[in-house]
């Protein structure tokens, strides 16, 4: 059984930042990709940043330049580093992968809880 933990949200004031974990915890062998996605009140959950195994990397125009997303394979655990946050930023952030490998075969999709992120002066 695989799970996603997050952890690292919180309150911040505009231009600060904050980093998010996620570790995935489970008999994995790997994950192809890691990666966040957001959901503010009254509106859909978005794409923030993906990574893949390899390192690929693409983030959303809305937080290019100031998010920087990171992972460790060894811990399957992925990071990400949000700097000079902004209102806009605020919502609950979700942790996502995608195939994972593990004894029983490939799983598909996963999601974490979600941990809020709120910034605000």
């Known amino acids: 059984q695989v799970q996603l933990v997050e952890s690292g949200g919180g309150s911040v004031q505009p231009g600060e930042s904050l980093r998010l974990s996620c570790a995935a915890s489970g008999n994995i062998f790997s994950i192809r990709l890691m990666g966040w996605y957001r959901q503010a009140p009254g509106k859909q959950r978005e794409f923030v940043a993906t990574?893949?195994?390899?390192?690929?990397?693409d983030y959303s125009d809305s937080v290019k330049g100031r998010f920087t997303i990171s992972r460790d394979n060894n811990k399957h655990t992925a990071y990400l580093q949000m700097n000079d946050l902004k209102p806009e930023d605020t919502a609950i952030y979700y942790c996502?992968?995608?195939?994972?490998?593990?004894?029983?075969?490939?799983?598909?999709?996963?999601w974490g809880q979600g941990t809020q992120v709120t910034v605000s002066s």
């Open positions: 996502y992968t995608e195939r994972i490998a593990t004894p029983q075969g490939i799983s598909g999709d996963h």
């Open positions: 990574m893949s195994r390899s390192g690929n990397i």
